[in-house]
């Protein structure tokens, strides 16, 4: 029998007293709904945007501001002092207090920061600040919107579906948002801050539809300590440590290399155009990643590493392109290194995401994901060590050891090809 509350209206049903108490927000959509998760994806997308909108734009600051190499490689990667900490923190405290507060902030964030990064085009540290709050933003949707994706995506009947989705989500938004800065800033009215206006007005409407969408994680009714809640026991699993750790650096280190360090090796052979060639390199490598991407279930499966082995045996050849690019500086052949450096980015990520959600139980699935996130975003800091080396050693010789560490990385996974794969995952590899 359908359960009735009598009411000063009258004698109403239950669930029509539950949901005449709920935020309208809260129910303007069904967490079933094969669509919602497409706001937050949309979210995913504008943040970004920002995240990757200063990449095509270093050697815009390298000729207008006057930095050095190093300094535009070393603020590239200062984003990575925001995503680290809010990638660790935000994931496990999603897990505590739900999806939604921990993701809201992501948007304010991301428009401070474009905002600080276009007033402060010739500051270093207003630059630094602008990456580090970009970097906060990103790390929030990438640990916690790429659970609430997956989660959403469950709820409608599509749980093989969440890891990809998240992925390209972010992938469109690395590719967007380099895209458009660059030509932004080569050809646009105002170079150093139009970009950044034009995602502040994107993010602000993303921020918005965002509101609309249920939670998926219920708090917990007893809440223990905070230490204990931003552990991750998950992080100990055999399968994580010998499959994700090793591929994980790779996942941002093969387009960092492809499009922080290629484009500035480039600069006196990009036709006059040296930020639009940089746009460009960053579109090919990410548009590659992405088309990847949506094929990457094609090769995935939960039997075996096959995923993360492939993808490592493509970037190696790739590390392998970027020493004879940077060799000779032909045009086809940073091209061609570019492309393969994208599809094994986009492999990669989607390998390392999917090993993640097969492994963590839904309590630490947010914290899992952010601990894979930070490690893969440790590969940022690939073109500032590259340019701090490179005093000492040629780009081409360097490349050539990121080829021999990468192939011994691509041993190490593949040893563990079945190894203690999670309970139900074992059996006879199948094409998907």
């Given amino acids: 029998m359908t359960a009735e509350v009598r009411t000063a209206a009258g004698v109403r049903t239950a669930a029509e007293v539950r949901t005449a108490a709920e935020p309208a927000t809260a129910r303007a959509t069904d967490p079933a709904d094969p669509r919602v998760w497409r706001r937050v994806a949309a979210l995913m997308v504008a943040i970004a945007w920002g995240g990757n909108e200063f990449t095509p734009l270093l050697v815009m600051y390298r000729e207008v501001s006057h930095l050095s190499a190093l300094t ?3 603020l590239l990667g200062a984003y990575v002092l925001g995503i680290v900490p809010a990638l660790l923190v935000g994931g496990p405290l999603s897990d505590r207090f739900g999806r939604r507060p921990l993701l809201l902030p992501a948007a304010p964030l991301g428009v401070v920061g474009s905002l600080v990064l276009a007033l402060g085009p010739a500051s270093v540290p207003a630059l630094a600040v602008g990456r580090v709050l970009s970097g906060l933003a990103l790390g929030l949707v990438m640990a916690v919107g790429t659970t609430w994706v997956a989660e959403l995506s469950a709820a409608a009947g599509e749980p093989r579906s969440g890891a990809r989705r998240a992925s390209l989500a972010l992938t469109a938004g690395f590719l967007l948002g380099a895209g458009l800065a660059g030509v932004l800033a080569q050809w646009g009215p105002w170079r150093t801050g139009t970009p950044y206006l034009v995602h502040a007005a994107l993010t602000v409407a993303a921020g918005v539809a965002v509101l609309a969408v249920p939670e998926t994680h219920a708090a917990p009714a007893e809440r223990g300590r905070l230490r204990d809640d931003l552990r991750v026991p998950a992080v100990g699993h055999r399968r994580f440590l010998r499959v994700v750790l090793p591929l994980a650096p790779w996942v941002f280190g093969a387009v960092g290399s492809a499009y922080a360090v290629l484009p500035g090796l480039m600069r006196a052979h990009a036709g006059g155009v040296p930020i639009a060639f940089s746009a460009l390199l960053t ?15 094609l090769i995935d499966t939960r039997h075996s590493a096959r995923a993360s082995v492939v993808a490592l045996a493509i970037l190696v050849p790739g590390m392998a392109l970027a020493s004879w690019a940077s060799a000779t ?12 450096l994208g599809a094994g980015y986009g492999l990669a990520l989607v390998a390392g995401l999917s090993e993640v959600q097969r492994i963590a139980s839904p309590a630490d699935l947010a914290g899992l994901t952010a601990v894979y996130y930070s490690v893969a975003y440790l590969g940022f800091f690939v073109p500032a060590v590259l340019a701090w080396l490179s005093t000492r050693w040629a780009y081409p010789a360097m490349f050539l050891g990121g080829a021999v560490i990468a192939t011994a990385c691509l041993v190490v996974v593949a040893c563990a090809w079945r190894s203690h794969l999670p309970a139900g995952d074992s059996g006879t590899v199948r094409i998907r």
């Fill in 283 to 297: 579109v090919v490598t990410l548009a590659v990643g992405f088309a990847v991407q949506s094929v990457a279930r």
């Fill in 329 to 340: 500086l032909a045009l086809p052949v940073v091209l061609l290194a570019a492309a393969v």
């Fill in 72 to 74: 535009v490689n070393v």
